[in-house]
């Protein structure tokens, strides 16, 4: 019998925000669990950092460039989406009997929609927002974001109006095997948690961000930029140690909606043969480095996402696993495995199969890879190759980074300028080549941009202003 598949995806959740991590001082009782009775992944990374061509590469299994997907739609710049016509495994489930369905964010396509896919049904995430308005309309929002308490009970709350959608459409589904994405738009910015998250956190509980102090000599004008941009440069520790309150608050809250399905699977008795996932579109600043959402930048608190999969039938539980993974990618191929269906060759990730079934300790892929084409602030290229001792960030139109995560897991120190590293990172220039290569990324196919990784590394040392 193929497996039930609850999907669970949050928007901006950093890998070290989550209690099972010990990273900081969040509660995540519930996403714990999961941890503890199925895989967690401790390098898995995101595909590029920004919503919609993270959530495009994971419907179709391939890098959001191959398609176009450069950056969000809805910034007012231009660019392509996912076609309707794409191969995506919901439509494969569709074909050999599942149900699907969809609750929350889809930030795919601004004219397709989750129907378009596979799925029979879609709760959008505007219907869970207005949900609690019209609960009580006399009742806003008054801040922007920075985040606030919010006003309305966590019974109407988007979180948890999420969840109370999902456990219908479990019922609605029966005994039929379904596929349903759990989608929350949280934590996302501006954070607002409801009572009693909110207050569950005091401004004393939240220590500064490990890399709050960044200096960011040496590394890329841009950097800086957002700073500027958001008006944050002079602002202090205690200016934004509300802003992390208010997130770890939200965290909380998303942990407790998924604590309500996880009750419902166990009193109907499906909890044992549902594959649960649970993962994230990338990580948020938060204010660390003063900087705030996720923009121009490639550090770890954007780019490291969790990865938690748990289904006793076929993965041993309490497995903290070190491999290298591309969350959104990778998980295509093993949920085709999971429920029983052939992959197809052309795509970009690689079935996760080895690891849960305790196969393989070791790492399949060499590195994880993470691009980044610009934004709502203006076009930026970047490519990042990581392992689990160093990370190069190739910036074409600034200063390349180089940071050595053993010895500086905060990357405040670029090394690309120190003539010691000189051959290490003419090394990881060519193997970034060959994986962009290897996927057939659109900035390998210029001469210039190849020779610059290949030929002029001496122009990507220089770090003076």
Request: hydrophobic share 35%.
């Amino acid at each position: 019998m193929r497996p039930n598949i609850l999907f669970i995806c949050c928007d901006q959740q950093r890998w070290d925000c989550l209690g099972f991590n010990h990273r900081y001082p969040v509660k995540t009782p519930n996403i714990d669990r999961l941890a503890e009775e199925g895989i967690a992944f401790d390098q898995s990374y995101t595909p590029l950092p920004s919503c919609a061509p993270a959530r495009q590469g994971l419907l179709c299994g391939q890098r959001p460039e191959r398609f176009g997907a450069l950056w969000n739609y809805d910034q007012g710049i231009p660019v392509a989406s996912i076609p309707a016509d794409a191969y995506s495994w919901s439509k494969e489930l569709a074909g050999v009997g599942y149900r699907n369905g969809y609750v929350g964010s889809w930030h795919v396509s601004p004219t397709l929609t989750p129907l378009d896919f596979g799925y029979e049904d879609y709760i959008p995430s505007t219907e869970l927002t207005a949900y609690q308005r019209q609960q009580h309309p006399e009742l806003s929002f008054k801040k922007g974001f920075f985040g606030e308490v919010s006003p309305y009970p966590y019974e109407d709350s988007p979180t948890h109006r999420n969840a109370d959608c999902v456990i219908e459409l479990m019922d609605k589904y029966g005994g039929d095997p379904w596929h349903i994405k759990m989608d929350f738009s949280e934590p996302h910015l501006p954070c607002r948690p409801c009572e009693p998250f909110a207050s569950m956190y005091t401004s004393e509980d939240i220590p500064v961000w490990q890399s709050f102090e960044d200096s960011l000599d040496g590394k890329p004008y841009i950097h800086r930029q957002m700073r500027l941009n958001w008006d944050t440069d002079d602002m202090t520790w205690e200016d934004f140690r509300e802003t992390a309150r208010l997130y770890y608050g939200y965290i909380s809250q998303i942990d407790h909606a998924i604590g309500k399905v996880l009750a419902h699977l166990e009193s109907t008795g499906q909890m044992e043969r549902t594959v649960i996932i649970y993962t994230a579109d990338h990580g948020d600043m938060c204010g660390d480095r003063k900087m705030m959402d996720k923009h121009y930048i490639m550090y770890d608190e954007v780019v490291h996402v969790p990865l938690v999969i748990r289904y006793p039938e076929k993965i041993k539980g309490g497995v903290r696993h070190p491999a290298m993974v591309t969350n959104m990618l990778d998980l295509v191929p093993t949920l085709l495995e999971l429920a029983g269906l052939p992959v197809p060759e052309d795509l970009d990730g690689i079935s996760l199969m080895p690891y849960l079934s305790g196969e393989r300790q070791d790492s399949i892929r060499k590195y994880a890879l993470t691009t980044y084409n610009g934004q709502q602030f203006g076009l930026f290229t970047q490519r990042m190759i990581r392992n689990d001792t160093y990370k190069y960030v190739w910036n074409p139109c600034d200063v390349d980074e180089l940071y050595d995560m053993k010895n500086d897991p905060g990357e405040l120190h670029n090394l690309v300028g120190d003539p010691a590293y000189a051959d290490l990172l003419a090394g990881l220039r060519r193997d970034l080549v060959a994986e962009l290569d290897a996927v057939e990324d659109y900035t390998m196919k210029s001469p210039w941009l190849r020779h610059q990784l290949l030929d002029g590394c001496k122009l990507h040392q220089k770090t003076e202003r």
